[in-house]
């Protein structure tokens, strides 16, 4: 369950805040201190998490060298953890693909899918299960069902039909999250990724509960910038309410952000509300005349999903740039001399910034996850920090764009507010799975007329692969922290006359 801190969680955290604290650290021989952090981590002899100590060391490895952007090692090779690390060493490193990887030796095999019995099977007279079963794949053997697996075709009849609820379906977490099918297995049962089809929205990262598979980061680059004395400005996403504890105030994480480095910190809200005026205004131009319905633009795992399954919908998504790249583009038209650095819930956001269309724009992509390893790393006391001013430049519509509809809901409410004699129908749809049948609807002419949000990960932005909290958690506090804003509608940002000037401040299509 997601927000549930566990040793999966632990581990991430210490391997984020150990790659930190190597980065801040002055005159450290970066070689020696990877080989010397999984000792560091995993302290004895003994194995604390799995049945070999060595092996835990070498998953450390592993997380090391992609927390530094290195790819995985080939097992098959000789190779230290710190070969290649030197191409890490510099302020200007972005994410050699793929982005997302699987740790073949913390992988656990597990089955795809598969229907079992348990132990709690009574028996019973009735053997529904028997019975309803369309392949004639269960019978009884010595007075328990079993399940011929060669003829079973996971259809789920007898999982409904037993009295004791004693049959299960399990498959593999990873695989079962992935709203594009990308993963499966190598001969070994071991889980691969089929990169044709990933679209990187990190869902099977927080998913596998071996911890085993791995996004690359960014997180050295970002110190090692600030320390060579570079105007690093932070860029932090709507769901950051509530994400570094629950005393943890906006205006708190400002100055907590500023603590590590940066030199501002600015609401990606603001980027939110520019995004809704120009898809206000696509909508407005386009629907019906032009185009059956329009989808919004923002998640870019969604964008890259429909635009790859459903490539003759490619020019009904709006062209609207993204909430980080409209706020990046303010920020370096006002600071010349700055890098920007993402701050979000999102691993697909990775992705969308390594395009080269984006990355004059952003410099960094961080999740909350990664600069909580950070405060650790330099010992940033979050519960004793001070205010340093508040973050209050965004709309309430900028804000509650991390929740699932609250695109679509800002959008329509300021077209209702500027043209009200005009109905918008919106459909949302959070997870890829439902963004699809969500598009298979449009597909049938079912949707005409509509604004379709889609949201990769279930819940919204919040739900993102490198959030900190439980998902109902962060909804709630990201709804309130917008109710309390004075600005409601996007149009009310001190920004919005400027949308035009910062969308088109160069010539770049919004995407390759």
Not at 220 to 231: E, L, N, R, S, V
Not at 244 to 261: I, R, S, Y
Not at 454 to 468: F, K
């Amino acid at each position: 369950m997601r927000g549930v801190y566990n040793s999966v969680t632990d581990i991430r955290r210490q391997v984020f805040a150990a790659i930190a604290k190597m980065a801040y650290d002055e005159n450290v021989d970066y070689g020696e201190r990877l080989e010397a952090i999984p000792y560091e981590i995993i302290k004895g002899a003994k194995a604390k998490y799995r049945d070999n100590v060595f092996l835990e060391r070498a998953i450390i490895g592993e997380r090391l060298r992609l927390g530094m952007g290195l790819p995985v090692r080939d097992i098959s090779t000789v190779a230290a953890i710190s070969d290649g690390v030197q191409e890490s060493v510099i302020a200007e490193k972005y994410y050699d693909q793929p982005l997302v990887n699987i740790i073949n030796f913390a992988c656990h095999a597990c089955p795809e899918k598969k229907v079992m019995v348990t132990n709690g099977c009574q028996g019973c007279l009735s053997h529904q299960c028997v019975e309803v079963c369309p392949k004639k794949a269960v019978h009884m053997v010595n007075g328990h069902s079993e399940i011929d697996q060669d003829l079973c075709i996971k259809c789920g009849r007898c999982i409904d039909a037993c009295p004791y609820h004693a049959i299960i379906k399990i498959e593999r977490p990873c695989a079962s999250s992935c709203g594009m099918n990308a993963i499966s297995s190598d001969e070994d049962g071991k889980a691969v990724i089929n990169y044709d089809k990933c679209v990187s929205c990190g869902q099977c990262l927080v998913n596998c509960p071996f911890g085993a598979i791995v996004d690359k980061g960014q997180i050295f680059q970002t110190i090692y910038a600030m320390k060579q004395g570079k105007k690093v400005i932070a860029a932090i996403a709507p769901a950051f309410v509530g994400q570094f504890g629950p005393n943890v105030t906006p205006d708190k994480v400002k100055a907590a952000l500023k603590e590590l480095g940066f030199a501002d910190v600015v609401e990606v809200a603001i980027g939110a509300d520019l995004c809704t005026i120009e898809e206000a205004e696509d909508f407005m131009n386009k629907v019906p005349e032009k185009q059956p319905f329009m989808a919004t633009s923002c998640c870019p795992a969604w964008s890259v999903m429909a635009k790859k399954e459903f490539p003759q919908f490619a020019e009904y998504i709006s062209m609207a740039l993204t909430p980080m790249v409209l706020t990046a583009r303010m920020i370096k038209r006002d600071n010349p001399d700055a890098m920007v650095a993402f701050i979000g819930p999102c691993a697909a956001k990775k992705l969308e910034a390594s395009r080269r269309s984006v990355r004059s724009d952003v410099d960094f992509v961080l999740t909350f996850e990664e600069v909580m390893g950070m405060f650790t790393g330099k010992g940033v006391n979050l519960a004793g920090i001070q205010s340093d001013g508040s973050l209050d430049e965004g709309t309430a519509a900028g804000r509650e764009f991390a929740v699932g509809g609250g695109v679509a809901k800002a959008v329509k409410n300021l077209i209702n507010k500027t043209h009200p004699e005009v109905e918008v129908k919106i459909q949302a749809a959070e997870g890829l799975k439902n963004c699809r049948t969500m598009l298979m609807m449009a597909k049938a002419g079912r949707l005409n007329g509509y604004l379709l949000e889609g949201m990769a990960c279930p819940g919204g932005c919040v739900a993102g692969a490198g959030t900190l909290q439980p998902i109902s958690k962060s909804q709630a506090a990201v709804k309130k922290y917008a109710a309390e804003d004075k600005m409601k509608i996007a149009d009310e940002s001190a920004f919005g006359h400027e949308v035009h000037e910062i969308s088109h401040m160069y010539d770049a299509p919004a995407e390759d």
